[in-house]
């Protein structure tokens, strides 16, 4: 069977053809050999002429209308014109065609759901991203006596960092926290996070409360790989004092304007998220905070940051830039300044994790809202 | 171009202390995550004997998502009951532990061998 499927068209074209030829050639040697009057030159050219047009539409059937009808739903597919599958099942060249033609354009289908698809997620993450940075604070709250500078770059369209500024009594709130990893799932976890702080914060004044009631909604929400470390600070305008408790959230760092040193505070306490009471590890603490003096809080995206050789941008290296550029700039030109630091030891090497600074500094409790310089964006110059 | 690894090695079920350990070597992030983090918590999810130990000896290096599967194995671990241990982590994975907590949380000591031991009495 498949003698006559493949090549079909060609195979008996040459067949008729070539039996034609041969009966034509025989009839004019007979003709000649044995004088057969019968045998007339007009008799041989109709049947030369007849098998000629019949290998002629045995030709056209089989593989010029068919190859043509391919060819337009191929000019129909490339111009953009609705067209359909051409089924066929020959395995000679016309049937090759029609499987690829069919395979085109099924994976064309597949291409141009993906497409759509991917444009739909695409602008989902889009609006998620823009979310995400309306949720971000624009500028903190107006408390006499500090000025706050704060950066934060995402490694993906949304990121797993997060910070805010809550004032509440004459107190100001504030924290930096980071979720696991980066991306859609930690941007939930932030997200989630910042509300529950922001509500807690009117419940209690508690550091310690609002962490553990904040760790206890999100354990019983999130899965189990992913929790989010926090240090949530609180500063008292009228009495100058300022108190952390730490959620497993990096090291706060202190520039001490009267010594230019820069002194490294560990957060303590346990991640939020990991188990579901955290109420008896987290501590709450009192810290000086001289006037001059600056904090920086930061994401471990930032001492993580590696250069083309896997080195780590590390600890050491931001107290050596903090203690640089703290003692020549306020907070804002400082965190610019650090940042150019990191960007240049990574030197182009891509990250793959969120970025996020800030730096609080005590000024005098007479200091105007016209100081406070507040910025989300992430600048390097 | 630094290109981090991270290797997983599940050692045999030990039937006599009923415990499962395995050992991480190389770097723990989200390329780590992806190459080894499915079959850690099948591993994990699959357990249960009585102590889960996680070799991290030669471990280098290790983030949020590494930490969160060493979270996850010790919730199911104290789930079911059983014992879950850290084993000799360098000092970076040792800091990234205590400064997110896990360490003062889970068991720790200085070979597999140590799990089994009896808690010395004060």
Known sequence: ????????????????????LSLGLVLIFLRIRYELQFLTLEFVAYGIVFFVLLAYFVFWFSVSRPLREIIHEMEALLTGREYKKFFSKRIDEIGVMAHFFNEITRKLHTFAGSVSEGQNMANELEVAARIQKNILPARPSTVPGLVVSAMSRPAARVGGDSFDFIENDGKLYFYIGDATGHGVPAGLIMT?????????????????????????????????????????LRFDSSSGSLSFAGAGHEHILFYRAATGQCDIIPAGGIALGMIPEIGTLVKEQVVDFAEGDMLFLYTDGITEARNSQGELYGLERLKVAISKFASQYPPQPTLTKIAADVGSFVAGVQQTDDMTLIAVQRTSASSDASQFQFSTDWRET | MYSPTLVLTILPFDTAHLAQACRFAGEFDKLGMEKVGAEFLDLVSNFSGSYFIVDLEQLHFINSEGIGVLIAAYSHATKIGAKFFLVRPDSHVRDILQTLGLWDLVGHSDSIEQCFSPPLSP
């Open chain 1, 192 to 232: 989630m996070v910042n509300a529950l702080v922001r509500a807690f914060v009117r419940v209690s004044s508690s550091l310690v409360t609002i962490l553990a009631d904040v760790n206890r909604v999100l354990k019983s929400r999130i899965e189990k790989t992913l929790f989010m470390s926090l240090v949530l």
């Open chain 1, 1 to 20: 069977m498949n003698f006559f499927r493949r090549n079909f068209g060609i195979k008996i074209f040459t067949l008729l053809s070539g039996v034609g």
